[in-house]
């Protein structure tokens, strides 16, 4: 029964590599995000998608990709790993511009 | 620079004594809102306050929200040790309501 899920937790890879990150949420809402949070804690926006549509890019290199194939799910692809990368990505949903709910976080190294 | 700056950057403080927490930003604001990180673990909401109210309670939550000093506080009352975590301030604005996090503060609550 969790709300918004994310796998995996952890995800540790080499440099170039590609890798996804998936999320789910059984909430309902109709907006989903995607986070980065750095080692120091600051939490900066990446993507948002309301109903599917891409809302929210920030300046977020091409490598990063959103995919979005229903409401409840919001995955990010990323191209060629790079070790900047490193950081937990949190996936987030909401109910239309409210409070947000957040998944546990995934933690990404770059070896 | 990030919208919400939050001070003090770090709190110590002994069990069943209150711990205020402010926040500052910088432009105009739909609403603010307060969330909880525990190590490790993905954010929480806690309370949201819309710009046109000025105070607001959740349980032993106090927030305040003064838009003429685009500041905000968040007072937490006869604080528990399972209150220590890290608490952000995020402002909400624009026709996405795109939050944007301040750096956080690490509050500890000594038994």
């Known amino acids: 029964d969790t709300a918004v899920s994310q796998t995996p937790k952890y995800l540790v890879t080499q440099m170039g590599n590609d890798k996804s990150i998936k999320c789910e949420q059984n909430?309902?809402?109709?907006?989903m995000y995607w986070y980065k949070q750095d080692s120091k804690k600051f939490l900066k926006i990446m993507f948002s998608?309301?109903?599917?549509?891409?809302?929210i890019n920030e300046t977020v290199p091409n490598r990063f990709s959103p995919k979005s194939p229903d409401k409840a799910h919001l995955n990010l692809h990323i191209n060629s790993l790079e070790l900047g990368d490193s950081a937990v990505y949190f996936c987030?949903?909401?109910?239309?511009?409210?409070?947000?709910?957040f998944g546990p976080g995934t933690r990404l190294t770059v070896l | 620079s990030q919208q919400g700056e939050e001070d003090p950057q770090a709190l110590s403080i002994q069990e069943g004594e209150n711990a205020t927490m402010n926040c500052s930003y910088k432009?105009?604001?739909?609403?603010l809102q307060w969330y909880r990180q525990n190590s490790g673990r993905g954010l929480v909401h806690l309370i949201l306050?819309?710009?046109?109210?000025r105070e607001k309670h959740s349980g032993r939550l106090r927030v305040t929200l003064d838009t003429s000093k685009k500041s905000s506080s968040l007072l937490i009352t006869a604080s528990r040790a399972a209150d220590t975590a890290s608490y952000f301030c995020a402002t909400a604005a624009g026709a996405n309501s795109k939050l944007t996090f301040g750096k956080g503060i690490t509050l500890s609550v000594r038994p």
């Open positions: 987030a949903s909401s109910p239309t511009y409210n409070e947000q709910f």
């Open positions: 909430l309902g809402h109709d907006t």
């Open positions: 306050i819309r710009s046109n109210e």
């Open positions: 998608y309301n109903n599917k549509e891409l809302i």
């Open positions: 432009t105009s604001i739909n609403n």
